[in-house]
Each structure stands twice: as C-alpha cells, then as structure tokens.
C-alpha cells in the first residue's frame, strides 16, 4: 500500500512541475495579450508548484524511510539524491532567483521589466531558472521510473 502511495507522490510532483511549466505557463504568455498580467498568474502558479514540490519532498523522505525496506541500499540512495536534486532545485529557484526576479519586476513599475533596465539582468536570471526547471523535470521522470 505504501509503495503506492509513494509512486502516487513521485507522480503528482513529476506532473504538477510538466504541467505549470510546460502546459500552463507557455498557455498563458500564448493567450493573454497583457504579458504582466500572464507573468503575475504564471508567477502565482510557480509559487504555489514550489510549495507542493516541498511538501512532496517531505512526503517522498518520510516514505522513503517507512516504505521501503524491500529495496536495495543502492535504490534507497539513488531515490533520496534524487528527491534531495530536485528539492534544491526548487530552493535554489524559488527562494534564490525568484526574489531577485520579482525585486526587479517591482522596480520596473506599471510597464513591466521587459521595458525596464533590468531587462538584460532579469532575462539571464529568467534563463537560469528555465535551465533548473528543465534539470528537475528531468529527474522527476527519473525519479518516477526509479519507482
């Protein structure tokens, strides 16, 4: 039973972060001619994913330490180097490059950051939290097939 519940985690963490980042965010930026408005609701939904991949984290530790006692040494390390990847990658961008994203969304007033100074600084820091975004959903794959 607990195993079950463990790949159910594994899943709902691997398909809320494809889902926000590359179902819904893309449909929002492609739908809604307002691109703040589209960044805010996207920012919005990142937040929250950030939240429940934490809160999976803490799930999948708990699991891994009571339901897993017919695995291999070997399995057991590779799963738990794979939820602690993916929980820094979440740390590391939501609580590292977001506010530095979000500080320079503030500066740059009612027009957006795109038509602001900081449009350079925000777009590398834009780009640094796609490239963690990718390598997290990459091991979230991995970390569901580990199941």
């Not at 590359?22 to 937040?47: C, E, K, N, Q």
Request: aromatic letters at 6%; glycine letters at 8%; charged letters at 10%.
């Amino acid at each position: 039973m607990l195993a079950k519940v463990r790949l159910l985690v594994a899943v709902l963490w691997a398909g809320s972060l494809w889902t926000t980042g590359y179902l819904v965010a893309p449909t929002l930026f492609a739908t809604l001619s307002d691109r703040v408005l589209a960044g805010t609701i996207a920012g919005s939904m990142f937040h929250s994913q950030a939240l429940l991949s934490l809160g999976c984290a803490v799930a999948m530790l708990v699991l891994l330490k009571v339901a897993t006692s017919d695995w291999t040494p070997r399995r057991r390390r590779t799963v738990l180097a794979l939820v602690a990847a993916m929980a820094l990658c979440t740390v590391a961008s939501h609580f590292g490059l977001q506010p530095m994203m979000a500080e320079l969304k503030t500066a740059a007033g009612p027009d957006g950051v795109m038509a602001s100074a900081g449009k350079e600084r925000f777009g590398m820091l834009h780009g640094v939290s796609s490239v963690i975004f990718l390598v997290q959903s990459v091991l979230a794959g991995w970390l569901v097939l580990k199941q």
